[in-house]
């Protein structure tokens, strides 16, 4: 679905709210009041807080979606080459809406979790297994990859390094005697670190030894 720049607008919003007051937490009232438009508007626009966080996920989706599909189409790279430029792609869209991921960590590590939101990170989920499954499947099929891959833990080492560092990057800063960096240079830093980190692990996981590719 296509979204106009004022239901952009609101969506962006509502991520930011949602991220730091939570789903239950955050009324339409609250969203209408930060985006300076009427409540009226909303239930124009979205008809409900609960179509409004879908609205949220399908855009987010799309756009993962896309960079994903632009990645297993250039038929100009090799399947590590893919695999690289994927992990990349991650951090920078990890790094770059954390507003959006502190809503799917604050849902999943939730006593009381909304169904509708549950279902929404379960799609996406799926979605990003599947379009991971044809890249891996290529590189298995031209014989560069190996064919015992877990898909599952392959995802869980990639996000969950992600946000880890994410979650935990002020303690980095100290640990790495890097607190007279500025908020953009520690960033900048933190997506360098984690490429080459995540990088080397995924090239020793995926990749034949006589296959080995940069």
């Not at 756009?63 to 038929?75: A, F, P």
């Not at 959006?100 to 009381?112: H, K, P, V």
């Not at 990639?158 to 007279?180: H, M, R, S, V, W």
Request: glycine residues 4%; proline residues 1%; neutral net charge.
């Amino acid at each position: 679905m296509e979204y106009n720049t004022k239901q952009i607008q609101i969506i962006e919003v509502a991520e930011r709210l949602f991220a730091n007051k939570g789903f239950a937490g955050t009324s339409v009232r609250d969203i209408a009041q930060e985006a300076d438009i009427n409540v009226s508007m909303i239930s124009y626009y979205f008809g409900s807080k609960e179509k409004l966080i879908e609205a949220l996920f399908n855009v987010r989706m799309v756009e993962s979606r896309s960079r994903m599909e632009n990645i297993l189409q250039n038929e100009e790279l090799t399947p590590l080459q893919k695999v690289n430029i994927w992990i990349d792609t991650v951090i920078d869209r990890l790094m770059g809406n954390q507003c959006f991921y502190n809503i799917m960590m604050r849902e999943q590590l939730s006593a009381e979790r909304t169904p509708i939101i549950s279902d929404h990170i379960l799609e996406l989920k799926r979605r990003n297994i599947a379009l991971m499954n044809t890249l891996i499947t290529a590189g298995q099929e031209s014989g560069v990859f190996k064919k015992n891959i877990d898909l599952g833990l392959m995802t869980t080492t990639l996000y969950g390094t992600i946000n880890q560092a994410i979650a935990t990057q002020d303690f980095y800063k100290k640990i790495n005697n890097l607190e007279a960096l500025s908020d953009e240079e520690f960033q900048i830093y933190l997506k360098r670190k984690l490429s080459v980190h995540l990088k080397s692990i995924f090239k020793l996981t995926v990749s034949n030894e006589h296959h080995i590719q940069n």
